[in-house]
């Protein structure tokens, strides 16, 4: 069945720096664009990031633009995202999902949370 | 930037009908998805594209968008239905997607 499996969360430092990754299986991951998003403790969803099928289109939040980067290896069937200077305000869960183009996210993993703290 | 405004909560009696509404300036223009997000687990779509109703979500959920307010309808509501339920669009504009604040519904 179609599956997201997040890892790489972790309590890191406020200013350091982190790497998420996001599995996927069951589908054919090079077809389709890729996302992550957020949920801060008693927020709401936050959109972070998009990258199309090649790896070629990315869209960022103005919140992370500059410090997180995404990207993708489709021979591994893996999303990433590179988090650098990280905030006490990243803290939160983070969920990579499957894309309809830039439309809507069709399949959610079930998250791995960052907390950053001093 | 785009703004999308949902109410914070929203309370309903079983086999009632909830009503989640999305405002957001000429709203019909844009394609609105509605996720469901229960506690410990992850966000599920519930419609897409302003109507869609995926594979999976029963047929009492249903969605709508005119003007400047897209909503979500949820018939004959079960206690299972709990959740926070968002909207969602694609801002041409900003190349941006942009969630709503989310609207927890409770039934009573």
């Known amino acids: 069945q179609v599956e997201l499996v997040e890892s790489g969360g972790d309590l890191v430092k406020t200013g350091g720096s982190l790497r998420l990754s996001c599995e996927a299986s069951?589908?054919?991951?090079?077809?389709?664009?890729m996302s992550w998003i957020r949920q801060a403790p008693g927020k709401g969803l936050e959109w972070l990031a998009y990258?199309?099928?090649?790896?070629?289109?990315?869209y960022y939040a103005d919140s992370v633009k500059g410090r997180f980067t995404i990207s993708r290896d489709n021979a591994k069937n893996s999303l990433y995202l590179q988090m650098s200077a990280l905030r006490a305000e990243d803290t939160a869960l983070y969920y990579c999902?499957?894309?309809?183009?830039?439309?809507?996210?069709?399949?959610w993993g079930k998250g791995t949370t960052v907390t950053v703290s001093s | 930037s785009y703004v999308l405004t949902q109410p914070p909560s929203l309370s309903v009696a079983p086999g009632k009908t909830a009503r989640i509404t999305c405002g957001g300036d000429?709203?019909?223009?844009?394609?609105v998805h509605w996720y469901r997000r229960k506690p410990g687990q992850a966000p599920v779509v519930v419609i897409s594209?302003?109507?869609d109703r995926p594979s999976g979500i029963p047929e009492r959920f249903s969605g709508s968008n005119s003007g400047n307010t897209a909503t979500l309808t949820i018939s004959r509501v079960e206690t299972g239905d709990e959740a926070d339920y968002y909207c969602?669009?694609?801002?041409?504009?900003?190349?941006?997607?942009?969630f709503g604040g989310g609207t927890k519904v409770t039934v009573l």
């Open positions: 999902a499957r894309a309809d183009a830039v439309n809507y996210m069709d399949v």
């Open positions: 069951g589908f054919i991951f090079s077809d389709y664009y």
């Open positions: 990258i199309g099928s090649g790896g070629r289109s990315i």
């Open positions: 000429n709203i019909e223009s844009k394609n």
């Open positions: 594209y302003d109507s």
């Open positions: 969602q669009v694609w801002d041409r504009t900003t190349d941006h997607v942009v």
